[in-house]
């Protein structure tokens, strides 16, 4: 338990739970290093089968990146960091253990490849997405949506930035279920309890040979290069700074 990350235990099923609602559990360097303990004990535990992740109240599941931490803005952080929301994805994507999103509302850039870090996901009514890395001048979410939704509706996702609403993201395959906001987690944790009921090691080998079967290495090494490239750059610099602007005031 920390200050912006709850974790909770139900039976073999455990539930991290974003805890930043003044900024719509956005990623800092403090979740993201909440994330990464959470998830490096809950792989040394025999005992757990399962994780949810979710967003704490009904408002938001993850705004993604911190943006005052990303644009320097506020004291102490770093301009032009962005690795906060990277760490975390990427510690998800690596995880042998099955991993749920219960998305409970605003799920924007860096807290949709969270999302698409896990294995299945399930989703309120009123949950929005949004891919803004284009607005941004970054590359986000190109090399894992794809697989999802199929290259043509990825194109359309990523290249407008648009949001699309819980009713688009099922129908293109972006979730498993939707669900009334007061059973999400209900139905979250059956799907982690029928996770559990069966054999853990065939379940994590399952996982992984899926993985290995629609999961391409490239596609995420040229997604990294790629913003390498661009990070930084006038442009980009001058984007970021612009929607940091629109969202937060500052």
């Known amino acids: 338990m920390s200050d912006v990350l709850r974790v909770l235990r139900e039976g073999a099923v455990l539930v991290?739970?974003?805890h930043r609602p003044a900024r719509h559990h956005a990623i800092d360097r403090a979740l993201a290093?909440?994330?990464v303990d959470?998830?490096?004990?809950?792989?040394?535990?025999?005992?757990?089968?399962?994780v949810v992740v979710t967003g704490s109240g009904e408002k938001a599941f993850c705004a993604g990146q911190d943006m005052l931490e990303a644009s320097g803005v506020e004291p102490g952080a770093t301009a032009?960091?962005?690795s906060s929301a990277q760490r975390a994805v990427e510690r998800l994507e690596r995880s042998p253990l099955p991993l749920?999103?219960?998305?409970?509302?605003?799920c924007f850039g860096g807290g949709a490849l969270l999302a698409m870090a896990c294995d299945i996901r399930l989703a309120t009514t009123g949950a929005t997405f949004r891919l803004p890395g284009a607005e941004y001048g970054l590359v986000v979410g190109a090399a894992t949506l794809p697989r999802?939704?199929?290259p043509a509706k990825a194109k359309e996702l990523i290249l407008t930035a648009r949001r699309f609403d819980a009713a688009e993201a099922l129908a293109c395959g972006f979730l498993n279920a939707v669900h009334e906001p007061a059973e999400l987690r209900a139905r979250a944790l059956a799907l982690g309890q029928a996770i559990a009921a069966n054999d853990r090691r065939?379940?994590?080998?399952s996982k992984r040979v899926i993985d290995i079967a629609s999961t391409a290495g490239d596609a995420r090494a040229?997604?990294?290069?790629?913003n390498a490239e661009l990070r930084g750059s006038p442009g980009q610099r001058a984007r970021f700074r612009a929607a940091t602007a629109r969202v937060t005031g500052r």
């Open 222 to 226: 040229a997604e990294r290069a790629a």
């Open 33 to 35: 290093d909440a994330l």
């Open 80 to 82: 032009g960091a962005t």
């Open 100 to 106: 749920i999103a219960a998305i409970n509302g605003y």
């Open 16 to 18: 991290l739970e974003l």
């Open 148 to 150: 999802l939704v199929g």
């Open 38 to 50: 959470a998830i490096d004990a809950a792989e040394a535990d025999a005992d757990l089968a399962a």
């Open 202 to 205: 065939a379940v994590r080998e």
